[in-house]
Each structure stands twice: as structure tokens, then as C-alpha cells.
């Protein structure tokens, strides 16, 4: 039986990078070689992040994947998972060589906000915190060409971390560009 064809070609370029940096923060893929099946998966808060949890669910759509939805029990987590090998194998790809598009740049930024970030509205601030440097490193080339120059510094490790981590500060310009972050809409 062969899975559904993936009509990526549907996407805009913004889109595309939006998938990615959400991935890039809230995902997670594995094959199963039990049942031989490719999974792609996103881990967003079922309560904060409804409205990702929908326009991710709307872009898989898009595509022509059927996302099933999971309540994780153990924490307040909405697992958004599909089945596909091609999913599998895009997302796989290095960035960096993938696409060096404006809009791909927007996009991509927009979907780590989501995923990773924190908007204060009454501090007027955009952050993103990751333990990984080199995604905020792509992230803030992404940025730079578009004329923002974000500010990345190692964050001092509290007793419950059990990773070094890196925060990231945006300026709220990025909130003038016609991005997809749906956390960012929030300082409109």
C-alpha cells in the first residue's frame, strides 16, 4: 500500500520555513521498524498553543497528510503526529542548503518563535531560548538579512536545568514583517 502523495509544491516559501522552524524547536521524527512506518511529529502545549496546534494542523492538511492529534498524559502536551515517509525525508534536510529565500528566512524564524519563544507584550520583547547555539546561529542569518540584528547570550544555568542554554533577544521589529508567528500577533 502506498502512503499519500505530498503535494509540497502547495506551500509558499514563508510556509515552508515555518514547518521547519517549528520542527526545528517542537519536533521530533522516527521510523519504526516494527511497522515500518515514518513519523513526524510535533509536541506543542495543548492549552498556550492552540492556535499553532491548529495552523500546523491546517499546513499538514495543505500538503495533503492526515495529522492525528494525541493528548499526552503525562504532561499538558498535544502530540501532532503524521505518517510519511516523504515528510520524513524533507524535514531531514539541511536548512542551510535548502533554501536561502527571504520569505523561507521569515517563515523559519516565525516557527522557532512559535515553538520556542516568548513574547512579553508589556516588555515589548520577542525571545527564543534553545540549547542547541547553532539554530539560533541560523536563525539570527536569517535575521540579519533582513536587517535585524539579534542579540544571542548564554543563559546562566538554574538548579533545574540540566542543559547549558542560549537565549536569544529579537527585536520587535520583526513584528513589522509580514511573518507567520501567531505568538508574535500578540504584540500587535
Known sequence: MRGRELKWVLLSEKEKGYLFGLFEGDGYKFYDKKSRHYHVEFYLNSLKDKKIIDYLVDLLKKINLKPNLYQD?????KRVRVYSKNLFNIIHKDISQLNKDKNFGIGYVSGLIDSEGHVNKEKSYIMVINTKKEILEKCRNF???LGINPIINQRVLSKKDKLFSYRMYISV???RLNHLSIKTQRLQ
Open 143 to 145: 535575521l540579519n538579512e
Open 173 to 175: 521589529k520583526f513584528k
Open 73 to 77: 498524559k503525562r504532561c499538558n502536551c
